[in-house]
């Protein structure tokens, strides 16, 4: 069955599953169908799924007439699932209380998929995460189902990158890392995204997938709090930290301006680093900058 996957991801005639329907998930929708992907968008709200299907979008960055352009169904049957090739994870990871990772989004996710997968699937989790989620967390919940990972089923991490409200960069132009559990995991899920991504770029395995996205916004998080402080440093030696930032730009290599502004927000960069924190405490680690 692994064999008829691949001969569908390298003909491009895989069909498509996309768990949660929220800033991510529904974009992933559109750029599928766009790109001619047979896709089912699945959530479990029903008020979504009704909006959905009456040709509503819920989120900005997806118009209505958008929706009335692609051919994809929504539904919360979760039956459905077992209809497409690859099914997408993108479901939130809020943090729990004291700052630790709240990963029961991905759980019951996973839960959902396992109690219909079937042999022939390609399972791609998007949800940004901590390294380990991936292959410790999810791939025991789909295995209950009785199905093997590499013998009946895949399993790939591939970190979402959207930005809310950019025009200029949708989902369909933006890089994707991708990293399977296994190596032909990786190999399916590469050749899935360059269906309907312009530029793929596969890691030796999940764990580094999810450190990607981890270290991609933990390096905005850093960079964001120092211009602040320097902000508050120019101010009180009467300099223009706007004027400082663009000087110190001019150098062509080892700088990345960044501006200062009101601190960090949306719905990645305030969590993610918390997840990076408690991924190295609990290997013994721990963090003194981050």
Not at 60 to 89: C, G, N, W, Y
Not at 155 to 167: C, H, I, K, S, T
Not at 236 to 261: C, L, N, Q, R, S
């Amino acid at each position: 069955m692994i064999e008829e996957l691949f001969t569908k991801v390298e003909n491009w005639t895989w069909s498509s599953a996309v768990v949660g329907l929220g800033y991510v998930g529904l974009p992933l929708v559109v750029t599928q169908s766009r790109a001619g992907v047979p896709v089912i968008g699945f959530d479990v709200k029903e008020s979504v799924i009704d909006s959905l299907n009456a040709g509503r979008s819920h989120i900005d960055d997806i118009a209505d007439d958008e929706l009335a352009e692609i051919d994809a169904r929504f539904t919360s049957d979760p039956a459905k699932l077992s209809e497409a090739d690859v099914i997408f994870i993108c479901v939130p990871t809020p943090l729990a209380v004291g700052k630790l990772p709240d990963i029961s989004y991905i759980e019951r996710a996973g839960e959902t998929i396992a109690a219909s997968l079937r042999r022939g699937q390609l399972v791609i989790l998007e949800s940004t995460t901590y390294p380990g989620t991936t292959e410790d967390t999810l791939r025991p919940i789909l295995e209950k189902s009785g199905l093997k990972l590499e013998d009946d089923f895949l399993l790939a991490y591939a970190p979402e990158r959207v930005d809310p409200a950019n025009a200029s960069f949708r989902t369909a132009n933006i890089p994707r890392v991708v990293g399977g559990a296994t190596p032909r995991s990786t190999a399916a899920a590469e050749l899935v995204y360059r269906r309907f991504i312009e530029k793929v770029h596969p890691v030796s395995n999940a764990r580094t997938a999810e450190m990607a996205k981890l270290l991609e916004n933990t390096f905005r998080w850093v960079n964001i709090a120092l211009v602040n402080e320097m902000s508050t440093i120019a101010r009180a030696i009467g300099v223009d930290i706007w004027e400082v930032v663009d000087a110190a730009a001019t150098k062509p290599f080892g700088f990345m301006p960044f501006y200062p502004g009101p601190g960090v927000g949306g719905h990645c960069i305030p969590l993610d680093p918390f997840y990076l924190q408690w991924a190295a405490r609990v290997t013994g680690e721990g963090t003194r900058f981050v």
